[in-house]
């Protein structure tokens, strides 16, 4: 009693209230409270309360109420209330006040992250509207009194608050849940978004705890003092954790929530997609590729654009998080991230706080590329939600859906440590809901991926470990099964946007389609790399022994170009920066183009090539590094040629089985003529010593109009008439010796010449010749552009004719082609004209214009000659020109010619023709007297 006569009336209806609270919180926990439901599944979706009259506080008031949430942990929100104040009968008559709030939810997690603790749900409400309408004078005067937002309310008033200085809306407790203002909190803030606690239990209760713009203050209103608690009707069907993350998503207006105080600083809109396996439980197992875009606004409206951000690189997926949520594990590998600063009002303080890199700034409306920022130049950048530009982020993630009608992918904040990255809960920040879902089956990396690579695809400046990186891969595609393949790596300094080179590596080869145990897959060799430092650390590095070095028989120098194709062992263990398949050991790899025409996607992406068949193709995975190159150039067929008449030469390359080799060949085709000298090496010295094995062979060479297996090969048929083989050491002795002794013992140094074929049963292997000794020899070869290459020969037609290339049959590079006129072909470029006919390097042209000036002379000369003697020298001992009459009379000759002809095309007709023809100076006589 000594309490109650110190407190006001208003303290009284506020203990009132609380003390009727807590007693129905208490009668909802022993109805099952306590029992929840997984904190995967938030189970805020719903239709709760059915405007069902209840008391409010004391005996005058009653109130109707009705939450509406339609999502999953985010979405649209409705909130519904009737006001009753002193009526006749329990919510009888229109209601003196109804307030209904429109907006969304976005439900932040768990309070208790532990697996056994309760499943209160941390939730963001924004209300972008309030609807307000009051019927009677009870009504106005509470409005008034509590929240009249500048207006002056009367009966039958209808107003919409969107935005509200707290001085003019002092009081949000009743009308619109806020805290309560004796507590010492500001409540509901008209147009800014709140914070409130929300539960849904196993029971079928729901609880909305009171709102309250500061986030500390919404997440400790108790729910024992919860503005709405009733049951309802929970969204139809259950949530769906899916595995299929390939999809295209995208975030409307949202709240960017600072984590440390909940603050909202700025609003943002957000684009994300994921084109890569499903989750396979390990980063190595499913790792695919991912672009994200956010525009960042200083409205909660999203119309004052002030920052621009695009990050891509690669994402894994990887085991189930720690945070109890269902979710997992991702690895992200931004490969850049572009910033472009759209409002001058952010332009300084940006380029105060990151400055990332010597010297280059941010300018409005241009886009600036950053790969790696030391933290020292750029420190947590809030537009990257605050973790250093070019490191590897860890998090969690989550793809849920619910009956078919809600789909939605959210993730947590990234750390830079796996340990802290797994353990992170689903936030606000990134949380993106679908709207545009997309069935798995339509997953463009499974559904829109082709096998035709021919074209030119870059992947402009990107982090790449100490280094930035761009690459530039170009297929041809002349055929389905295999092409010519040009890789370029340049490599910066990094964080220098690609701006100071220090490694530039052409490799310049060709590829093959594999199938291996029904997986696809590609073989690349690049037999030749021309490879040039631009650094002097970079040549210090390379000139080094040992892993960190490169000398491969040779030494670098600052801006020299040098060309390898294989390298002794532990001679150059920094080869890996040149790429796979280089220095002589083809590589093996995955292949995906994913092209998608209605996302306007058209990417390839290729794994990290092995040495080993099987484990590059079947084991193969995309690794951080495996950036997506978008489509540049179009395919460009390469020039087929269909005369092989030439020098070629083969670089040093390895057979992959037991020797390196180098080889020549030469063919003429005037006289049919070829040669081809080849030269064995024991492996990984790069042919760098003395060889161990040489072939000589000549013969005729004849291109037949056989069909072959292979797109513009040419079928050929070799009649070699000398064979020379010289072992130079005694292992390949003894391999001859074993696989073909061919009725001859091997000896080192010593040669054996054959002409005809082997004594039956005396050579069981001649792979190491690649065709059959003293037979006719059948294959295909095809040239393009400046490259030769040719299958294994047999000696019977129909199977050479039908022989594939193999693994290793590497190009012949044309050196001359002075010995034959080329007269290409290709699908795309017309035919060239063939070289005009030449003696000794003088054309027909050349003898034309010869003859004729040799012919005036002997004219002149023996003319003048014969009429000199004829006249006895009467003209005063001077030659008379021959036929002088006729070169005296040749020009008016022309004259009249010209003159007749304009007469018959003008039509000049009518009386005599010689008197017409007189008109304009001719002789109609015709007559001009002999020659």
Known sequence: LAYVSDCTANQIIMAIRKASAALLVLSLASL???????????????????????????????????????????????????????????????????????????????????NDGSNVRKVLVDMEVWDVTVNDDNGANQVQTECPCGFEWKKGMHQIYESCAAVNCTDTFALFGGSRTDDGKKGVVIGAPSFALMIYNTSGWFSFGRMDVSMKDGFSNDLSDAQFVDQGTPCDGGNNISTDYCSYYEQGCSADIDATDGEIHRYFTSQFSYCGPQSAGSFALSTGFYNRTRTFYSDSYCYNATILVEDQGTLGLGE????????????????????????SSVLNTINLNCQCGDGDKFQLNVPRRLTQCDPSTCGNPSFFDNVTIGSTLFGTMRR????????????????????????????????????????????????????????????????????????????????????????????????????ERILSVLGIGYYVKEQVDDVSGILVTFPRLEVTPYDADMVTSLNQDGTDGCKCNGKWELGVTRV?????????????????????????????????????????????????????????????????????????QPMVVKKI??????????????????????????????????????????????????????????????????????????EPSLLQVTPLTDEFATLLQDACACGVTWKNGQTETFTAPCPDGTCQDVSWLRQPIGKTAYGVMRRLDGQLRMTTFSDNAADGYQTDFDKYD?????????????????????????????????TGGDVFIILVFVGALVYLASGMALNYVKSGGTNGGTPTVPHIDFWRALPGLVVDGVTFSVCQCFGFRGGARGARYSEFGGNPDANYGSL
């Open 320 to 343: 189930q998080g720690q945070a109890f949520e269902d979710t997992i594990t991702y690895k992200r590998y931004p490969a850049f991230v572009d910033v472009t600063v759209l409002s």
């Open 645 to 718: 008449c030439g020098n070629y030469t083969m670089p040093c390359q390895s057979d992959g089985v037991a020797a390196d080799f180098e080889s020549k060949f030469f063919y003429d085709d005037d006289f049919g003529d070829y040669e081809l000298t080849r030269a064995d090496y024991e492996p990984s010295y790069g042919c760098a010593i003395d060889p161990g094995l040489r072939i000589y062979q000549k013969g005729r060479m004849k291109i037949t109009k056989s069909q072959t297996a292979i797109i513009n090969g040419l079928a050929v048929e070799l």
């Open 400 to 499: 849920v859906s619910r009956n078919g009608n809600f789909d939605e992918l959210r993730f947590s904040l990234p750390a830079e440590n796996e340990g802290d990255g797994s353990s992170m809960t689903l936030g606000a920040n990134f949380g993106t809901q679908i709207y545009e879902p997309i069935t798995p089956s339509s997953c463009p990396f499974t559904s829109s991926t082709s096998n035709d690579y021919c074209g030119t695809y870059i992947q402009l400046c990107s982090a790449r470990g100490p280094w930035d990186v761009q690459t530039l891969y170009r297929f041809t595609g002349e055929e389905d099964t295999d092409g010519i393949l040009n890789r370029t790596l340049d490599y910066f300094t990094s964080g220098t946007g690609c701006t």
């Open 32 to 114: 099952g409270l306590g029992q929840t439901f997984p904190k995967a599944f938030p189970q805020l979706c719903g239709s709760w309360g059915a405007l069902r009259c209840q008391k409010f506080g004391d005996n005058n008031v009653y109130v109707e109420q009705q939450v509406n949430l339609e999502g999953i942990s985010g979405g649209s929100m409705t909130l519904l209330r009737n006001f009753y104040i002193q009526p006749q009968s329990a919510c009888d008559g229109n209601a003196s006040i109804t307030v209904e709030g429109l907006g969304s939810f976005m439900d932040l997690g768990a309070t208790d992250m532990s």
């Open 810 to 842: 590497y190009s012949y590079i044309l050196t001359s082609d002075s010995v034959c006129g080329i007269s290409p072909t290709s699908p795309t470029q017309p035919p060239k004209p063939k070289p005009q006919f030449k003696v000794n390097g003088v």
């Open 564 to 636: 390898l194709t294989t390298c002794p062992d532990d001679t150059c263990g920094a080869g890996a920066a040149f790429g796979g398949g280089t220095l002589g050991k083809p590589g093996f790899g995955q292949v995906v183009r994913v092209l998608d025409e209605d996302h306007d996607l058209d990417v390839l992406q290729i794994s990290e090539l092995n040495t080993n068949e099987t484990q590059g193709i079947v084991g193969a995975v995309f690794g951080p590094y495996d950036y997506p190159m978008k489509s540049f150039l179009d395919c460009e």
